[in-house]
């Protein structure tokens, strides 16, 4: 973002002057930078996938999750899977905001500051930016800085504005650490100080601060807080153009007629070498962090209505963090136990939900009808549950694997850890997955139709016998006949989407 900044010296005038850069410009800098941190951008960043993501989002949104909304608002705002529209990034920011989102509350703030998706409004931008910095946000109180610094809905006050910019440099904001520097270069609400000024805008350039590369730059042209050096005056002006600043530029021509060739190269060399170092905060922060992307979906489905609940073991074994979307809204479990033999998982959401009673597998019979509810390729499909039909096809899987039943239900990547129920809506099994359509074609010549797996019952009810708290509270099974719509509806109800990350 542009600072206000030292000019470099001319063959003129032994002195520099400080120069204000307009507000506009420092506002608008310093949302693209904040909403540039909100969300990691997937690789490739193909329209197909950014779309994807954005359903995905949109749906966990919905669900009233303070995350999801920040980061559905950043995708309107960035217009990230969906056409860009910064009064709905507003609406989503806000969302998030008044839940006491600090991230949402900074990105608020910055959004009534410059103007965007709202009418200009210093007085609701300063609100939001309080609550995000006294929450610990070091965006939030940088943004407080730079508004009592430039007298923006409240008084102009240097003291303040450097107790802020001091919260958040000492979190390792790099902005903030540039405008301390800048403060001090200026003599703003603290004695002039040139060393200290260095200080702070070596901080921040050593973190990849364009502003603080470029005021560094001029520091060592200058001579002013360090010796004079053009070598690292030519480093830092270089790294700081190499990011767009055109005053840098003005700083390498100066610097460069008074160095050798022998100089620059030496100079060009480290200034090639250089790699951003980010710094750790020395207290815990909430300031914007990249926010992840669910890395696999899966189904569940829950066996007890106090909230535990079945998947896949394949579908949670490499999670750092499980959500499951619910018709109660966005849900963390944990997991409780896992089989990955058997390729199953006991997880345990808090809350109160419809749950589907389990059978032994043993009785059912080739041919006989199941039918599975679950979120399968939900970025192309949507979100909403897809049922699926079929019969056993086969009392053992893959090679005669008798712990599978092989099923004709059409399943799809995502039908993993969905209930397999039979006519009576008991759990027959435990859908896990198809037949490898590559080694099949590899092996036979031809592709599979339709050939799918699940574990059967009796193995997770074995599974369950080794978690008394959880066996003693499971359905008795159902033995009277049932309309089949009342079946797909139990189905349904009992399932769940799951996120993994």
């Known amino acids: 973002m542009l600072q206000n900044r030292p000019e470099i010296l001319n063959s003129q005038s032994?002195?520099?002057?400080?120069?204000?850069?307009?507000m506009k410009s420092k506002w608008v800098t310093s949302l693209f930078l904040l909403l540039a941190a909100v969300v990691v951008r997937l690789p490739a960043q193909q329209n197909e996938t950014e779309r994807k993501q954005f359903d995905i989002t949109k749906v966990i949104a919905e669900s009233g999750d303070a995350t999801a909304q920040l980061d559905l608002g950043v995708s309107y705002a960035k217009g990230q899977g969906v056409a860009k529209d910064e009064v709905?990034?507003?609406?989503?920011?806000?969302?998030?905001?008044?839940?006491?989102?600090?991230?949402a509350q900074s990105v608020l703030g910055l959004m009534y500051a410059d103007g965007r998706g709202v009418p200009q409004d210093y007085a609701e931008a300063f609100k939001w930016s309080r609550k995000a910095a006294e929450q610990g946000s070091s965006d939030g109180q940088f943004t407080l800085g730079m508004m009592y610094r430039m007298g923006n809905g409240v008084p102009?006050?240097?003291?303040?504005a450097i107790r802020w910019f001091h919260k958040a440099a000492d979190q390792g904001n790099a902005s903030s650490q540039s405008d301390l520097g800048f403060m001090y270069a200026k003599g703003n609400g603290v004695p002039l100080d040139d060393a200290e000024a260095v200080r702070w805008y070596r901080r921040a350039a050593e973190q990849g601060n364009r502003d603080g590369q470029f005021n560094l730059g001029v520091m060592y042209a200058n001579g002013?807080?360090?010796?004079?050096?053009?070598?690292?005056?030519?480093?830092?002006?270089?790294?700081?153009?190499?990011?767009?600043?055109e005053s840098a530029k003005k700083t390498l021509s100066f610097v460069e007629m008074?160095?050798?060739?022998?100089?620059?190269?030496?100079?060009?060399?480290?200034?090639?070498?250089?790699?951003?170092?980010?710094?750790?905060?020395?207290?815990s922060s909430n300031s914007v962090i990249s926010r992840e992307n669910p890395t696999v979906t899966g189904t569940g489905f829950f066996i007890t209505d106090d909230g535990y609940l079945i998947s896949n073991y394949h579908v949670v074994k490499d999670a750092a963090r499980i959500r499951l979307v619910t018709s109660a809204g966005l849900i963390t479990p944990k997991v409780i136990r896992v089989d990955a033999a058997n390729d199953l998982a006991l997880l345990k959401a808090e809350g109160h939900f419809a749950s589907l009673p389990i059978t032994s597998s043993r009785a059912v019979k080739l041919g006989g009808t199941v039918a599975t509810v679950g979120f399968p390729d939900i970025g192309l499909q949507g979100f909403a549950p897809k049922f699926a039909r079929g019969e056993i096809a086969s009392l053992s899987g893959a090679g005669d694997d008798a712990r599978y039943f092989q099923i004709s239900v059409p399943v799809q990547p995502?039908?993993?850890?969905?209930?397999?129920?039979?006519?009576?809506?008991?759990?027959?099994?435990?859908?896990?997955?198809?037949?490898?359509?590559?080694?099949?074609?590899?092996?036979?010549?031809?592709?599979?139709?339709?050939?799918?797996?699940?574990?059967k019952s009796s193995f997770l009810l074995s599974f369950l016998e080794s978690v008394p708290e959880v066996s003693a509270k499971l359905k008795e099974p159902i033995s009277v006949e049932r309309k089949f719509d009342d079946v797909v509806q139990s189905a349904q109800g009992a399932a769940v989407l799951v996120l993994v990350y």
């Open 14 to 22: 032994g002195k520099r002057s400080l120069n204000n850069v307009h």
């Open 88 to 103: 709905e990034a507003v609406k989503w920011f806000r969302k998030a905001a008044e839940q006491g989102n600090p991230a």
């Open 156 to 160: 102009q006050d240097y003291g303040e």
């Open 224 to 245: 002013d807080g360090v010796p004079r050096n053009y070598i690292d005056a030519y480093k830092w002006s270089s790294l700081a153009a190499s990011q767009g600043d």
């Open 258 to 283: 008074r160095m050798t060739p022998d100089q620059v190269a030496q100079a060009q060399n480290e200034a090639s070498a250089f790699i951003p170092r980010k710094e750790t905060p020395n207290s």
């Open 414 to 455: 995502g039908n993993s850890g969905g209930a397999l129920v039979d006519e009576h809506g008991n759990v027959v099994g435990v859908v896990s997955a198809k037949l490898n359509a590559s080694a099949a074609l590899a092996t036979t010549g031809a592709l599979p139709e339709n050939v799918n797996y699940a574990v």
